[in-house]
C-alpha cells in the first residue's frame, strides 16, 4: 500500500514555487508518488495572446519535473470533456489505486472555500487533505479553527508548511515580459516558454505604436489601475499641449509610469537585482516608492523608449530637483487626473494650467505633510525637489 499526493492546478506556467511544494509534501505526508495534474481551462474562458496550449502546458510540467523519481505527471483532466470536478479525478484515481491511500493537496484559499466544492463530502470521506500554509499568524488560526471544524465532520487534515516561493502566475507571467522571471522558473521551462513565444515573450516592445503600448501596458497593470494610468495620459497630452512639450513624449511616459507598480516590493528589488542596480538605503527600506526607478529601467530596457520618457518615469513619486517641463507634467498629471480625488485636488488642477512650477510645488508640499503626518520616512529627492522650487519661485 502506498501514499500517492494528488496535485493539480493550471500550472501557467509551472514554477518552481511548485516543485518546492511537491517536495515538501512529499517529505511531509511520507509520499511514494506525487501526481502533479495540470488542470482543463474551460475552452470558452478567454485568454490572453501568447497563453500556452493544454498540451504546451502539460509538456511544461514535465519539463518543470525533470526526472524527479517520485513526481509523475498526468494528462488525465486535459482530455476530459465538460466541466471538470476535483471529485472525477478522484473517483478515477481510486479505480487506478484501489489498495493506496490518497492525498490531495490544496492551498490555503482553496482549504477555507472546501466545502463549497462539489461533492466536497465525497473528497473528504476519500482522500486526506494535505494543506499547504505560509505560516502567517492570522492564516494560521483561520487555517486551524477551520480545520477542526472539518475534523468535526471526518475529514483527514494535514498541515503542511511551504514558506518559499512567494509568487503568483499572473505576477510570474509580468516578470517574464519584464525579463526578471529567471529565478523562478527552471532553466528547461523557461528555454521552452522562449522558444513557444509563451507570455508575451516573443514580441519586440521597442517602438510600439501608442495603440499597441496602450494594449501591452493595460495588460501588464493591476486591473484596478487601468481607469487611473489612461486619465494620467489624457492630463499628461492636455498639460504637454498647454505648456509645449512633446505630446508624444508625454503620452508614452504617462502610459509607462506605474508599469511596475502591480509588483510587489520584493519582485520590484528581484527586478533590480536582475537588472544590476543597486539601491541606496532609502529604497531598501521604502519600497512603494521603488515603482518610480524599476518603472524607468522597464521603459529604457523593455520598452526602448528615449531618455526623456525614462527620466519623466523616474522622478514621478519622489520629484527631484531641477526637473524639466515633461517631468513636471508626468508628476502634476498623476496627482492630479480626472480620478483623484482628495481636498486640494481642485486647486492643484486650476495651477497646473496657470503655473507648473506652483503646482509641483502644491503637489510636494502636500506629499511631504502627509508623510510626516504617517510617520514615513521621506525621500532626499523630494526634500530636494522643494528646496530648489522655493529657491527659484
Ligand atoms: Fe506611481
Ligand atoms: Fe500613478
Known sequence: MANIGIYGGTFNPPHIGHIRAACCAVSALGLQKLLLIPDRIAPHKEMP????TPLQRLEMVRLCAGDDPYLEVTDMELKRDGPSYTYQTVQALKEQYPDDSLYLLIGTDMFLTFRQWKNAEYLWNNVTLGVFYRGQKDEVVAIARHKEEMEALGAKIVLIENPVVDISSTQLRRMLVMDCAGQFLTCEV??????NKLYGTGENYHGLSMERLESVVTELLDPKRVKHVLGCRDT????????????????RAA????????????????????????????????PKTLHALTGSLVAARIFGENEAVVSAIRSHTTGKAAMNTLEKII???DYMEPNRDFPGVEELRKLAFTDLDGAMKLGLEMTLTLLEKQGSEISPESREALAYLNKSL
Open 49 to 52: 495572446a501568447g497563453s500556452p
Open 190 to 195: 523557461e528555454e521552452y516558454i522562449r522558444a
Open 331 to 333: 508628476y502634476v498629471a
Open 255 to 286: 502610459l509607462l509610469h506605474d508599469i511596475t507598480k502591480a509588483l510587489d516590493g520584493k519582485l520590484q528589488l528581484t527586478l533590480c537585482r536582475e537588472y544590476g542596480i543597486i539601491l541606496d538605503t532609502f529604497f531598501t527600506k521604502n
Open 236 to 251: 499628461a497630452i492636455a498639460l504637454a499641449k498647454h505648456w509645449g512639450a512633446d505630446e508624444t513624449d508625454a503620452a
